[in-house]
Structure formats: structure tokens, C-alpha cells
């Protein structure tokens, strides 16, 4: 029997309430050996039903509306088959903030918060307070929309070759009260750009073509293509942004990309080919070399 009729058949078997749904949908995770169950189906139970966390401790039986219960089967199912949670959700957390995410939209990493901290650790002293930003390939917007956050007087330019994930990252921006101070923009790295900044950053694609397919379900099957795949050697947009970067930054504006954790070596040499200092390569919390950093002088 498919899952999706054993599920209608489990719900129909009784009058079920929100509680009841919630340890039935967790009990199918922890047997499926997902390696969140609870939590998974804590935030699909709420999603579903509409309730807080708050709400479905404080009533756990409260009786499940039909429709709902059969939008959490949906979601229940499509979870099995390796949608991650926050693609369930629409939402992710960045920095602590919440950003909408769509099939047009990379899910955001916290592995990209590392370039957060990298820019913030240089505010006031390498980069000036109001200085301004360009952010390629910005997806969902979490790099452009959390360092203007962070930093009340920056102005950014987001661009995208996606004009679906420019609708969501300026939604994004809004949503958290910076988007006066960001402009948005659907090209091609710099295909269409006039302007000089303080500072570039990009999260590029950067998977070799050959390996996406090898990674986790969640990311191959359903992040979009475009935003993964960095060409035969997951270095295509890494030569774009360091060929011509140094025409779109002001003298001693800053460069910080995210970069793969084998790609330390070859994006720190793409940079000194075209003229730039590295300043440094920066590790993620793992431990693994995570983004480049490089000066034009
Ligand atoms: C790895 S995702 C990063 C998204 C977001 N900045 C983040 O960190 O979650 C790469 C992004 O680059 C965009 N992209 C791919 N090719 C591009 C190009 N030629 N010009 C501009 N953006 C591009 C994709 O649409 C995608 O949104």
C-alpha cells in the first residue's frame, strides 16, 4: 500500500487530534530513521494545522481539521522522499532571521553565515559603516538582506540571473525592513553593471557538473540546478567573478566568496592571477575551508 493511502487510512481509522497527529507523524520519522524526527514533524505538524509550537503543546487535543490532516499527509510523504523541512516550509532561518524560500531559491546553508561573520568582523575597520555592496547571485537574498541589517547605513545591489529569485529576495529584504536600501537586479554576473562597490560577495554556484548528482537527495533533487552547478571543474563562475570584479570595486574594496572545501587553493590563485591580495581563506564551523577573501589594491 502506498504511503500516502496507509496515512488516509490511519487517520480515518479514528477521530484524530492535533496531539495524536503529531507522535503518529514522529513515530514515522524515528522509523525512517530521519535525523530530526521529532523536530521534523513538530514544524510539519505546526505548518499543516497552522498552530504555533506554543499552540500545540498548550492543546494537544484540539481535533484535527480534515484538511489539514490530509496537507500534513502531503507533506508527510513528500518529507520521505527527501524534501528537506524548510522546503516543505517555504522558510528558513539565516542569522537568525527568517527568509522565504521557493523552487526558484537555493536553500540557504549555515555554512554562508561564515562570510556574515567575516564582512561584520571587518566593519569600521578595513570597511567603512556606509560602505556599499554588491551581491552576486544572491538567491533568496539572505547575504544582501543580513548585512544591511546588520549594518543600519550600507546600501546593496543584489543580482540574480534568476528573475524568480529577485522576487523573493527583495520579499525578503522587505520583510526585514531593508529594502529602501537595496536595489535589485535579474543579469548575469556583471553583464549589464555599471558602478563601483566596497565590497563583492558571492555564494556562486560551485559543484562540479559530474558531482551533484552525488549529494544528498535534499540538494540534488530539489535545490535548482542553476544554483549548484559550477561547470566541469566548479570553477565557471569563480572565473567570471575574479576576471572582472577588479573593474566593479573601488581602489581597496574587498572580494569574499564562498568557495567549496577543496577550492581553497585553485580560487586563491584565480585571485592572484587577476590582481588581487588574498587576505585570507576562512574556515566554516566544521572546520573546513569555506570562503576566500581577497583585496584589490
Ligand atoms: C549557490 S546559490 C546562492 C544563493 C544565495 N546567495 C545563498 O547563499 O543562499 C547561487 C545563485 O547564483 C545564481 N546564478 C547562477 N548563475 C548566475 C549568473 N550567471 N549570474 C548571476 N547569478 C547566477 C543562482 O540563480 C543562485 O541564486
Redesign the pocket.
Same mark, same amino acid.
Given at each position: 500500500m502506498s504511503e500516502r493511502r496507509t496515512l488516509a487510512r490511519d487517520r480515518s481509522d479514528r477521530q484524530e487530534t492535533v496531539g495524536a497527529l503529531y507522535r503518529r507523524v514522529r513515530d514515522r520519522f524515528r522509523q525512517s530513521r530521519l535525523t530530526t524526527p521529532d523536530l521534523d514533524a513538530r514544524r510539519l505538524v505546526c505548518h499543516a494545522t497552522g498552530l504555533s509550537t506554543a499552540g500545540l503543546v498548550a492543546d494537544p487535543d484540539r481535533q484535527l481539521d480534515a484538511e489539514d490532516g490530509i496537507r500534513a499527509d502531503d507533506l508527510v510523504v513528500r518529507r520521505l522522499a527527501g524534501e528537506s523541512v524548510a522546503r516543505l516550509t517555504g522558510e528558513r532561518d539565516?542569522w537568525g532571521r527568517p527568509f522565504e524560500i521557493t523552487a526558484?531559491?537555493?536553500? @540557504?546553508?549555515p555554512d554562508?553565515e561564515t562570510l556574515i561573520e567575516v564582512v561584520l568582523s571587518r566593519v569600521g575597520a578595513e570597511l567603512a559603516p556606509h560602505a556599499t555592496v554588491l551581491?552576486?547571485?544572491?538567491?533568496?537574498?539572505?547575504?544582501a538582506t543580513t548585512l544591511l541589517a546588520e549594518c543600519s547605513r550600507m546600501t546593496a545591489l543584489a543580482?540574480?540571473?534568476?528573475p524568480d529569485?529577485i522576487a523573493v529576495a527583495r520579499r525578503n529584504a522587505d520583510r526585514h525592513g531593508v529594502g529602501g536600501r537595496c536595489r535589485f537586479a535579474c543579469?548575469?554576473?556583471f553583464?549589464a553593471l555599471s558602478g563601483r562597490f566596497d565590497l563583492i560577495v558571492?555564494?556562486? @554556484?560551485?559543484i562540479p557538473t559530474a558531482d551533484i548528482e552525488t549529494l544528498a537527495p535534499e540538494v540534488a533533487g530539489h535545490?535548482?540546478r542553476?544554483?549548484?552547478d559550477g561547470g566541469a571543474d566548479g570553477h565557471t563562475?569563480f572565473r567570471?567573478i575574479f576576471s572582472q570584479a577588479h573593474s566593479h570595486l573601488n581602489p581597496g574594496g574587498l572580494l569574499l566568496v564562498?568557495i567549496g572545501f577543496d577550492q581553497a587553493g585553485t580560487v586563491s590563485d584565480l585571485a592572484r592571477t587577476n590582481g588581487f591580495a588574498v587576505r585570507s581563506t576562512v574556515k566554516d564551523l566544521e572546520g573546513r575551508d569555506r570562503a576566500v577573501l581577497a583585496l584589490l589594491p
Open positions: 539565516f526558484e531559491t537555493l536553500e @540557504p546553508r554562508t551581491d552576486i547571485g544572491t538567491g533568496s537574498g539572505i547575504l543580482i540574480d540571473i534568476s529569485a543579469m548575469s554576473y553583464d558571492s555564494n556562486p @554556484p560551485y535545490d535548482p542553476i544554483a549548484l563562475a567570471r564562498e
